[in-house]
């Protein structure tokens, strides 16, 4: 697929461990000539831990992408109105945005740019990291996959033995999932192996 020229919303929550994986899919996009606009949370905005700072998580996102960051709904909100994205990528998606998302939600930017996206009947693509995919998030994941222009980067068990309820996308198929929902489609097998400890 082309994508100079494309549009890409790019927006991460709060599953700190996964994004080390995520920095270089945002790359792709860029290496791919799109124009990627970094969307972040409250979490991501302000919230340092053992994976690394907010400060240089942010840092990383201006340097890959060229654009500053949208950080605030204030900020976000013009996303509806402008029709500015061709589509817009969560990812990590967390169990917590799920939520937030599948009840009509609307507190930080990347609600509201999720928001204005499926406003403009564009497509969201979601790239999931919960703990509780397999418990009461299930609910949740189950309401946004019979959502209209919502897709899923193909997911699955991250670690069955030692937290069987969690699920994580496969980050290396962002691109390709966002591929396949510009063209009204959701990437297959959406549910695929995904084990760090695999069942003997």
């Given at each position: ?39 972040i949370s ?26 500053d960051i ?131």
């Amino acid at each position: 697929m082309n994508w100079e020229g494309k549009k890409v919303g790019f927006a991460l929550t709060g599953s700190h461990c996964t994004l080390e994986e995520i920095m270089p899919q945002i790359k792709r996009f860029v290496e791919a000539k799109a124009d990627v606009l970094p969307i972040i949370s409250d979490s991501l905005k302000a919230t340092d831990t053992r994976f690394g700072t907010a400060e240089s998580w942010q840092r990383q996102l201006k340097e890959i992408t060229g654009n500053d960051i949208i950080s605030t709904i204030i900020e976000a909100e013009p996303l509806g109105p402008s029709r500015l994205l061709d589509v817009l990528v969560i990812a990590p998606c967390t169990g917590n945005t799920t939520s937030k998302l599948a009840n009509a939600m609307t507190e930080n930017a990347v609600l509201m740019a999720a928001k204005a996206q499926m406003r403009n009947q564009r497509p969201l693509v979601l790239a999931i990291s919960t703990n509780d995919g397999l418990g009461l998030n299930l609910f949740n994941i189950a309401k946004l996959m019979v959502t209209k222009n919502i897709y899923f980067v193909p997911f699955g068990q991250d670690a069955p033995k030692t937290k069987p309820n969690s699920l994580v996308a496969r980050m290396e198929l962002i691109m390709e999932t966002c591929e396949a929902a510009l063209a009204g489609k959701q990437l297959q097998p959406m549910l695929i192996e995904k084990f760090n400890d695999r069942v003997q």
